[in-house]
């Protein structure tokens, strides 16, 4: 394909993103429409930055991707990100609006009154945003290489340097809007496509395989291993209840009732989007079975659009295909560097401007040497592991701080270091304590059905052991949390 | 091969990092064995370490777990086998053996009404066969006796009454401190009622001729000023909550300067940014409005031809930051310099007030700042912390109207 359009599609999608953090506020010059820029944001622009936000390279290469490799096993991803959100509604949203707290190691401090468990989340927080970042900037690296020709490198080198860059300089004043202007281009950037290669294919263009050989039994449901699937929803369903950057969205909603609104709302959006990588890797599956290698299947999305569509409009379809994933990846990583420079300038660097400027630079570039570091091995798979950690640590302490009392600051910090510990373990040593022992490999490759209950059985054990350390101001922090905001005027 | 790569990579961080624990831990236990130094060192350290971690417990408003928490170092501290805190109202925390509760609120009783130490020897106790004595010893705060301390040991000596005594008074002087933080409180909060107050007068008078300049000629418009008037007042002089929401200041700042432009016509110009993150952050009741006023009022009252207000609200992380810049006359930098640290209070009264109740709520660091020279403007600057879990912003006790203003 022709390399320029790839280009001009990047640079579009980079300097468009980088003009609306700078100059996305809301400017009135009159009074008279001073009460359109003071009203809060409405719970539709709310939740749009929040897909924006969570769609990430997982989302936009990697289900089509898996589709391609796996089959109908990697269909469980699109419903474990979205209904991640199910659970975010019924238990998390609205009480943590309430809380007050604006991050995650902000609400255990102020829930356990302990700065101690507020340095342990801090420390989790950093690493769980940091291993997100990485499969984001793998996806660039293979976008780039794809689109343009020039090494995966300058792919990942690009978003890291951008994103640091603009958020360094203050960029995101009001990432807000950025980030819902990113949602919409990468449903328009899936949706076009996918219609356009479904009416050329129903005009009988080129040949596809014939169904027996794309869909084959063996990559359908009837092949399920139950373990495997249950633990990938564990993973999925409760990581996205501790996701730094999503959380902070919901204190843009002016109160609990917006924030529920807008989660519902959100759940719609990603139902609608996830449609579509869905399509594209059944397409694939039909009309691009050689790309299914490890490494390659990742580039479905890029590179369907060109072979179905030949000539000028395929060459169209593949830029808007690689701006969307751009805006994928440039989204997820600005808000999580965002909210990680927030959190390690806060904690560690006295909260102060500069401390802001050099902590987003840290948050960029950590994960960049890491990803330069390593070979991706599949974007879905890594974010899913990423997820797995994050509901083995950070989900536990929410939920049972939100919901159960006798939670402590001692048992949430035992929790939270015995789910790192064990997951950590088995993401990093899997590989190798599978080789020698090859019966836990699946238990391994998929921790969090285990881990997560471990997690939580110690930190209700640890706490009710401790039980005469339950934080004094604790039934006024949850009446706080749970009582409805109008109700307590 | 990276996923071994990896593991290693990994596996060095944790024995790196097992090994400078080993060290450090080590270093630490050589250091302390040499540090302990002799005897009356470490009975000294002891002592104040057990105070420091008492003194705690006794500031503010005490509670009974309060005083439990404190009777529990007091008693090491003293070394006696119960220790009762009975402070006024009839609050009794006992650490050791509940049964001399009787004892000790009758010891404390006749310790606090003669204001000297009271011993009583030979007190049969519930649930030991043993005797045991009693020392009770007043606490004085303010010249008045508000509680007392009772010691039971057996036997009690002339030690034990004298270190009684002076566990009362050194309590009594935490009691005090208490009372000076709930003074600086009281204090603060009586500023918040002067700064409400200062608004008025000269703001009042003004606007109500405003006003009465647009009733016969447009009267629509003379009532709609009527019920901005009403909005603004109604804001500031509300009675409860210490915050509010950068949305609600900003409201008010709409209304007040809704009031100003019937005033200055077209010499005022206002220019609004606000990133809709910070809308819900919380800030100190009144601390966006009078850095509005002042620029108003000092800006550019006394410039020829008016100017330009901006006001700007951004999300930066953590922190929101809330600039009011105007292109009015400027301050006189050292002038105001003056005025910040609390000296002649005059003019930019409002900025110094701003300036400390953000010091005080969230410390010195969060501070106005302030960019000005004469002739060259002002620009004034706050930034707050966006999370602030204790505190919820009171919000005035009326319903929104679908344009946004406020209905009783």
Redesign the interface.
């Known amino acids: 394909m022709n390399p320029a359009i790839g280009y001009v599609a990047i640079a579009a999608v980079a300097i468009a993103s980088a003009l609306i953090g700078f100059y996305g506020l809301r400017v009135s010059r009159t009074t008279s429409d001073f009460y359109v820029a003071s009203r809060t944001v409405r719970p539709w622009w709310n939740a749009s930055a929040i897909g924006g936000e969570y769609l990430s390279a997982a989302s936009f290469l990697g289900i089509a991707g898996l589709i391609l490799l796996t089959g109908s096993d990697a269909l469980w991803f699109p419903i474990g990100y979205t209904a991640g959100y199910l659970m975010l509604l019924l238990f998390v949203a609205a009480p943590l609006r309430r809380s007050g707290a604006y991050t995650i190691p902000d609400f255990t401090e102020a829930r356990l009154e302990s700065p101690w468990a507020r340095r342990v989340t801090s420390i989790l927080v950093i690493v769980i945003g940091w291993f997100y970042i990485v499969p984001q900037l793998q996806g660039a690296a293979l976008t780039v290489r794809i689109a343009t020709g020039l090494p995966s490198w300058v792919g990942s080198v690009a978003v890291a340097v951008i994103v640091a860059g603009v958020v360094a300089a203050g960029g995101m004043r009001s990432i807000t809007f950025v980030q819902a202007f990113q949602f919409w281009l990468k449903l328009t950037a899936l949706a076009v496509p996918v219609f356009a290669l479904l009416f050329v294919v129903a005009s009988g263009a080129p040949a596809a395989l014939p169904p027996v050989e794309a869909f084959p039994p063996s990559a359908g449901p009837g092949d399920h291993d139950v373990y495997r699937t249950v633990s990938l929803m564990v993973a999925l369903l409760l990581g996205a209840l501790g996701l730094p950057h999503v959380l902070v969205r919901f204190y843009t909603n002016p109160d609990g009732d917006a924030a529920r609104r807008t989660t519902l709302i959100v759940l719609g959006l990603l139902s609608v989007f996830y449609l579509f990588p869905t399509a594209f890797g059944l397409l694939g599956r039909a009309f691009a079975p050689d790309l299914a290698t490890t490494g390659e299947a990742d580039a479905l999305v890029l590179l369907l659009p060109g072979r179905l569509v030949p000539g000028l409009w395929g060459d169209l379809l593949t830029a808007l295909v690689i701006g969307g994933a751009f805006a994928a990846f440039l989204s997820t990583s600005s808000g999580l560097v965002v909210s990680l420079a927030g959190v390690i300038s806060q904690d560690l660097l006295g909260g102060s401007v500069r401390g802001f400027r050099i902590a987003a630079v840290a948050s960029a570039m950590v994960p960049l040497l890491v990803a330069l570091a390593t070979e991706p091995a599949g974007l879905a798979g890594s974010v899913g592991l990423v997820f797995a950690f994050t509901a083995s640590t950070l989900c536990p302490v929410l939920l049972l701080g939100i919901w159960w009392r006798g939670l402590t600051a001692r048992g949430a910090i035992a929790g939270m270091i015995t789910g790192a510990v064990l997951s950590g373990a088995a993401i990093l040593g899997g590989a190798a304590i599978s080789a020698a022992v090859p019966g836990v490999r699946p238990l391994l490759e998929q921790p969090a059905a285990w881990t997560v209950p471990i997690a939580v059985l110690v930190t209700v054990f640890v706490s009710r052991a401790d039980r005469g350390r339950v934080p004094r101001g604790v039934d006024a922090f949850l009446s706080r949390l749970h009582v409805p905001e109008h109700e307590t005027r | 091969m990276?996923?071994?790569?990896?593991?290693a990579?990994?596996a060095g961080v944790v024995a790196g990092a097992l090994a400078v624990g080993v060290v450090v831990l080590l270093r630490r236990l050589v250091v302390t064995s040499k540090e302990l130094g002799t005897d009356a060192e470490r009975a000294t350290y002891e002592t104040l370490h057990l105070a420091s971690r008492a003194a705690k417990h006794l500031r503010g408003d005490m509670t009974e777990?309060d005083a439990a928490r404190a009777g529990r170092h007091l008693r090491s501290m003293l070394g006696a086998d119960s220790l009762a805190i009975v402070m006024p109202h009839g609050l009794v925390a006992i650490d050791g053996d509940e049964s001399v509760r009787r004892v000790a609120e009758r010891l404390a009783e006749e310790a606090t009404a003669t204001g000297k130490p009271q011993v009583q020897r030979r007190i049969a106790l519930a649930t030991d066969t043993a005797e045991t004595d009693a020392v009770a010893a007043p606490i004085r705060a303010g010249g008045a006796a508000v509680g007392a301390i009772v010691a039971f040991s057996a036997p009690v000596r002339a030690g034990l009454v004298r270190a009684t005594g002076e566990v009362a008074d050194w309590v009594a002087a935490q009691v005090e401190l208490g009372e000076l933080d709930a003074s600086r409180t009281a204090l603060a909060e009586a500023e918040v009622r002067a700064l409400r107050a200062q608004i008025s007068p000269h703001f009042i008078y003004n606007s109500l001729n405003a006003i009465a300049s647009f009733i016969n000629t447009d009267p629509a418009k003379a009532r709609e000023l009527v019920l901005e008037f009403a909005d603004f007042t109604r804001y500031s002089f509300r009675r409860h909550g210490d915050f509010t929401t950068v949305?609600e200041e900003?409201?008010s700042i709409?209304s007040y300067?809704?009031l100003e432009?019937a005033r200055f016509g077209d010499r005022l110009?206002?220019?609004?940014?606000?990133?809709?993150?910070v809308?819900?952050t919380?800030v100190p009741f009144l601390s966006i409005q009078p850095l509005v006023e002042n620029a108003v009022r000092h800006g550019l009252e006394s410039k020829e031809g008016g100017g330009r207000i901006t006001i700007?609200a951004?999300?930066?992380?953590?922190?929101a930051e809330i600039t009011v810049e105007d292109d009015g006359v400027g301050i006189d930098p050292e002038g105001l310099a003056d005025v910040l640290a609390g000296g002649t209070p005059g003019e930019h009264v409002g900025l110094r007030n701003v300036d400390a109740r953000l010091r005080q709520v969230y410390g010195d660091?969060h501070g106005l700042v302030v960019e000005t020279n004469v002739g060259a403007g002002t620009l004034v600057r706050m930034?707050v912390?966006?999370?602030?879990?204790?505190?919820?912003a009171a919000?005035v006790?009326a319903v929104s109207r679908p344009?946004?203003r406020l209905v009783p």
């Open positions: 990276p996923e071994s790569m990896l593991l990579a990994a777990a949305a900003l409201r709409d300067l809704k432009r110009t206002v220019t609004l940014q606000v990133a809709p993150e809308l819900s919380v700007t951004e999300d930066q992380g953590a922190f660091e930034r912390p966006k999370s602030q879990p204790g505190r919820t919000s006790d344009d946004g």
